[in-house]
């Protein structure tokens, strides 16, 4: 039965996809956690529409996948288990406050934004058209990031304790963006650590927000090795395909 | 030959009849979302391309299409072409006057990647001043930012720069 989870043959170049995709559909799902709860409804529609453009993105993403590897979109997402997963661990942590979410939102984005620019000139012809895509989307993302950081850093002292916070706390979680990729058919994640660094540090100074050093950093989320908090979400996720095999609407 | 070009012209007219249906003023082609109509055969190729990566609008359009040619008697296969990527510089100029008509401020003609903290500035739809601000960057759909016009009052629906 389609219950079973399912291996994916990983070539360089599939895990070259997963990884973008797997990041997409993680953090967009994360996004979509908020739908109902945020602060006001101007930001209930960017945090879904953010949510809507990654899981868009994710889908062209496991099509791709899909043509590599024979299994299908909704296979990739639905029907793998938690060390299969390639997004790295930024993504997967829980919401935690709204200050959490942006400056979660930002520290990803300054990356993809750049990731995806540099990937519009792919010699891989189907990554290119994705990339030309979400390099669009993704500026808007890290604007409205951008903006939400330096209200809160240069807010009130709450928000700004908050920003702080949660910049300390997703320090460590953004080395694990620049690891080596093997293969050629997209950037290399370490030739975009100058212009990231760039990115954040100019959010941060407006919001009048202090950098951490650069220590020790988490990693294991690209080799499947995820926090506890991945396996909560795959169950949310994955629920109605698991207890209803192949259904289809 | 002369079937065929016939085919692919009444394939022409019926998706004439094809709107989006979140802007239903605007058709896919003024949108720039239908590419290709090409005949093998019996059977009408047709080429969309999505404005989004994320918009659920596609599966909707997908659907109409072939109802479309089904009603016209035709048979039909609808596929999405990611490559080149949809710009909202392919609005037609029909398009952005019925936009505006509707209520909604077309796309300015610049790139979405401008500096990092700038604000486009748009005119009010149903006025036309330029006094305007935006309240949100994302609207009620993927392609929509949501803005006022300090002139009139009005809030208005800006179609984004993508």
């Known amino acids: 039965m389609a219950t079973t989870s399912i291996t994916v043959e990983e070539t360089p170049l599939v895990r070259q996809v997963l990884y973008r995709a797997d990041d997409a559909l993680i953090l967009g799902h994360r996004l979509s956690e908020w739908t109902g709860h945020a602060p006001i409804l101007e930001e209930e529609l960017a945090l879904a529409n953010i949510a809507l453009d990654l899981i868009g993105q994710a889908r062209l993403l496991y099509a791709y996948a899909g043509e590599l590897t024979g299994h299908g979109e909704d296979q990739l997402a639905y029907l793998r288990d938690a060390p299969a997963w390639r997004n790295c661990l930024l993504v997967e942590l829980p919401n935690g406050d709204f200050a959490f979410t942006i400056t979660r939102l930002l520290l990803f984005a300054a990356f993809a934004d750049p990731f995806w620019r540099t990937a519009t000139a792919s010699s891989d012809s189907t990554f290119a058209a994705v990339a030309a895509k979400a390099e669009k989307e993704t500026a808007y993302h890290l604007r409205h990031a951008a903006e939400w950081l330096i209200r809160l850093g240069d807010g009130t002292e709450e928000s700004h304790r908050r920003a702080q916070t949660a910049v300390d706390d997703l320090w460590p979680y953004t080395g694990e963006l620049f690891a080596a990729v093997e293969g050629n058919a997209m950037p290399s994640p370490a030739s975009l650590h100058g212009v990231w660094k760039e990115t954040v540090d100019s959010a941060l100074s407006r919001a009048t927000l202090a950098r951490p050093q650069d220590g020790w950093m988490q990693s294991g989320g690209r080799a499947g090795r995820h926090t506890e908090h991945l396996g909560h979400l795959l169950a949310e996720l994955q629920y109605l395909q698991r207890t209803y095999p192949g259904a289809t609407w | ?161 993508h």
């Open chain 2, 1 to 161: 030959m002369v079937a065929a070009a016939s085919l692919r012209e009444r394939a022409l007219a019926a998706l004439q009849d094809v709107c989006d249906p979140e802007i239903p003023v605007l058709t896919i082609s003024d949108l720039g979302i239908l590419r290709h109509v090409s005949v093998s055969g019996d059977t009408v190729d047709v080429t969309i391309t999505p404005t989004y990566s994320g918009c659920p609008a596609m599966t909707m359009i997908t659907l109409d299409i072939e109802t479309a040619l089904s009603r016209a008697g035709i048979n039909a296969r609808v596929r999405t072409c990611l490559s080149p990527a949809w710009t909202s510089d392919w609005l037609t100029v029909a398009a952005r006057e019925k936009l505006a008509a509707h209520g909604v401020a077309p796309p300015p003609h610049t790139s979405s990647r401008r500096a990092l903290f700038s604000a486009a500035q748009l005119a009010c739809p149903h006025c036309g001043s330029a006094d305007t601000e935006q309240l949100s960057e994302f609207g009620s759909t993927a392609c929509k930012s949501l803005h006022r016009c300090r002139a009139c009052r009005e809030p208005f629906d800006a179609f984004k720069c």
